[in-house]
Nanobody
């Protein structure tokens, strides 16, 4: 089993920045993927960014150039630095972890961007 603990998030004005973090613990395998999804009210959950063990990254188009995902393999922690935030970025952000064909999810952290 893998446990995910998220931190960060909160309320920020449009144009501001926030960083969310997620630490994984438990039965960690060296090859894995970590990332962030988000779900806004009334919308489906969508992938925001992913980062693989070798640091390859994927971003959804709407956040490219504004968000940066990174990881610290020694701490099994993934970070999402969010800059130039927009009201449409408002959502619950969920940490994601995948290893050995199994997905794990964090409890979610609220990010609210006011206009």
């Amino acid at each position: 089993q893998v446990q995910l603990v998220e931190s960060g998030g909160g309320l920020v004005q449009a144009g501001g920045s926030l960083r969310v973090s997620c630490a994984a613990s438990g039965s960690i395998f060296s090859i894995n993927a970590m990332g962030w999804y988000r779900q806004a009210p009334g919308k489906q959950r969508e992938m925001v960014a992913k980062i693989m063990t070798g640091s390859g990254t994927i971003y959804t188009d709407s956040v490219k150039g504004r968000f940066t995902i990174s990881r610290d393999n020694a701490k099994n922690t993934v970070y999402l630095q969010m800059n130039s935030l927009k009201p449409e970025d408002t959502a619950v952000y969920y940490c994601y972890y995948r290893q050995l064909g199994r997905d794990y999810w964090g409890q979610g952290t609220q990010v609210t961007v006011s206009s």
